[in-house]
């Protein structure tokens, strides 16, 4: 049973930067397709970025250029830098996990958001 964790949210002027931190553990070796996704008050959730277990990126248009996701397999973690936050940034980020085949289509896993393992959410707020 996969459990995901994360940590780092918090609050934020427009601008500002947060680094947002997702402790992954109950499996012995990474071989997963792992994403951020956040969630906005009355929006449905949406697909932030997506990484490959050979460390293939894909972005939201939104974030492009402002965020990078990161994994540390040894530490089992995932991470998002956000940088050059704004207002419209503010959600509920959700770290996700699923078997790596989800990646083979990386723009499908980014917007389908089709994973099966799912944190609790850590909060952003960015404040202009």
């Known amino acids: 049973q996969v459990q995901l964790v994360e940590s780092g949210g918090g609050s934020v002027q427009a601008g500002g930067s947060l680094r947002l931190s997702c402790a992954a553990s109950?499996?012995?070796?990474?071989?997963?397709?792992m994403g951020w996704f956040r969630q906005a008050p009355g929006k449905e959730r949406e697909g932030v970025a997506v990484?490959?277990?050979?460390?293939?990126?894909t972005y939201a248009d939104a974030v492009k250029g402002r965020f990078t996701i990161s994994q540390d397999n040894p530490k089992n973690t995932l991470d998002l830098q956000m940088n050059s936050l704004k207002p419209e940034d503010t959600a509920m980020y959700y770290c996700?996990?699923?078997?790596?085949?989800?990646?083979?289509?990386?723009?499908?896993?980014?917007?389908?958001?089709?994973?099966?393992?799912w944190g609790q959410g850590t909060q952003v707020t960015v404040s202009s």
């Open positions: 990484i490959d277990r050979d460390g293939i990126t």
């Open positions: 109950g499996y012995t070796y990474v071989s997963y397709c």
């Open positions: 996700a996990a699923d078997y790596d085949p989800l990646c083979y289509d990386s723009d499908y896993a980014l917007k389908s958001a089709d994973f099966g393992y």
